[in-house]
């Protein structure tokens, strides 16, 4: 078997890695999403695991979903206007760290007829927010998000939801 191929048993093996890792699988049609790992039972799905410490027979389930959610909507400026330039940004409602954090940090642009489409937000509570500009990784900016998050609108998504949530640019930010 090479390396991180599925056995036709859904069995898998990968070698020759070490350190902390954190399991994701790769090459998954868009209508199929991570929904959760296991290892030997212990929910790991955002957390980075230590290999090294892994028995060689440890049991890794991974779980997918094709019950993807759907947010999208449209953004005014101050006057109650369509804006035709935004970008929208989706934080957790509790921060997190490290790289869990990607499944659930997200931003989007306008499409030509204005409107944003995020797909694929892991269920959960969010704030979001639209802005004028923001820089490339500007996301990631812990006073960014401090910012997001005391001004941001809530939203839940449940697994499979689609919502349609229109924001108001927000100034200051």
Excluded: C, H
């Excluded at 892994?54 to 369509?82: E, N």
């Excluded at 939801?161 to 930010?173: E, I």
């Amino acid at each position: 078997m090479t390396n991180g191929t599925i056995r036709e048993d859904d069995r898998f093996q990968i070698a020759g890695i070490t350190g902390k890792v954190l399991f994701r699988p790769l090459g998954l049609s868009p209508q199929w999403v991570l929904k959760s790992m296991f290892i030997d039972g212990v929910d790991r799905t955002d957390v980075g695991v230590d290999v090294t410490s892994l028995r060689g027979d440890a049991d890794i389930r991974i779980v997918l979903t094709d019950k993807l959610t759907d947010l999208s909507g449209s953004v005014q400026d101050a006057r109650g206007q369509p804006a035709g330039e935004y970008v929208v940004i989706v934080l957790p409602e509790q921060p997190m760290e490290g790289l869990g954090a990607t499944r659930f940090t997200r931003t989007a642009r306008p499409d030509q007829s204005g409107t944003y489409r995020l797909r694929a937000l892991p269920p959960g509570r969010y704030l979001a927010a639209a802005v004028e500009w923001l820089e490339q990784g500007g996301e990631w900016d812990p006073e960014f998000q401090r910012t997001v998050r005391a001004a941001g609108q809530p939203l839940t998504l449940d697994e499979g939801q689609s919502v349609v949530l229109d924001l108001r640019l927000a100034t200051g930010l």
